[in-house]
């Protein structure tokens, strides 16, 4: 191993957990649950400069750029769930916010022999996807260093794309290759090197920001409220139901009647109801305010 890869503070080991596997379990559980409640405090630390990438983030997707996640291993398989969220809580578009993993999807439950090495194999898989300036790529590395998401970052920088590098040890090239570099330092791991515990869960932390925050941005939200939530089972279509009522304020029976007349879209049934206006008028005045609920509902009321 070299000296190089020793100092990684993510790759540490601990020598005052050696007797671990000797311990009791309740023992170990709240070693476990005090090592992961120094996450939080590591990401306060960062959130000017998430803030700022998602700012960034935002101000390109609005346009019609797409949130590009790229990482291997447990990284990659972190932004391929993110991404995967997007489109039943937020309505995307499957191909808004995309989720790659260094080996494609089989590497999702099983390890793929040298694909993080590679940083050839993150610039073909950006170019598969079109990759345009308008685009956000977003490098997560717990080391920092992993070839494939560094890789993607330059590649996406050289084309001009907006770039954020997210990993969890200072200094490193991940975040010297981004445009916004992201360094959420958690400490070495409970385990030595298995940086799917408090670095994962640092990176889920910051994952979370940037896709929920970028979509409220975007008008996916009204105040809290998934507006833009897909009721695609029974449950969704319950929540979209208390969705509305909790917008509006309005009986069951009017909730119903304006999901009927918009086809289930829930951000259209909240503008009939307060914005006083047929379905076809609210799906034409939120086309004009780019899907902000808000803005919509000033023109309703200034019509």
Do not use: W
């Amino acid at each position: 191993m070299s000296t190089d890869f020793e100092s990684l503070t993510t790759e540490a080991h601990r020598s005052d957990l050696s007797d671990i596997d000797r311990r009791s379990t309740l023992d170990i559980v709240r070693l476990m649950n005090a090592e992961d409640a120094l996450v939080p405090a590591a990401v306060a630390g960062q959130l000017p400069l998430i803030a700022a990438a998602i700012d960034a983030a935002a101000a390109r997707m609005a346009r019609g750029g797409r949130l590009l996640y790229l990482g291997a291993g447990t990284a990659g398989r972190l932004g391929v769930l993110d991404a995967s969220e997007c489109p039943p809580t937020f309505n995307t578009d499957p191909g808004e916010v995309i989720g790659l993993i260094a080996g494609g999807p089989a590497a999702m439950s099983e390890a793929v022999e040298g694909a993080e090495d590679s940083r050839a194999l993150a610039a073909a898989d950006l170019d598969g996807l079109g990759l345009t300036p308008d685009d956000i790529v977003v490098g997560i590395s717990a080391s920092g260093r992993t070839p494939y998401a560094v890789g993607a970052v330059e590649h996406a920088r050289a084309r001009g794309a907006l770039t954020i590098g997210l990993s969890c040890n200072a200094g490193s090239p991940l975040a010297a290759a981004a445009e916004h570099g992201i360094e959420v330092v958690v400490g070495p791991e409970l385990i030595a090197g298995s940086t799917r515990l408090k670095a994962g869960t640092a990176q889920k932390l910051v994952l979370n920001m940037i896709s929920t925050i970028s979509m409220i941005r975007l008008g996916k939200t009204y105040g809290n409220l998934m507006v833009d939530v897909r009721a695609s089972n029974e449950k969704l279509r319950a929540r979209s139901r208390r969705i509305v009522q909790l917008a509006t304020g309005a009986a069951d029976a009017e909730v119903e009647a304006a999901l009927t007349a918009t086809d289930g879209e829930v951000k259209h049934a909240i503008l009939t109801i307060l914005g006083h206006v047929d379905a076809p008028t609210a799906g034409r005045l939120l086309t004009a305010s780019h899907g902000h609920l808000r803005a919509a509902l000033e023109q309703a009321h200034g019509a």
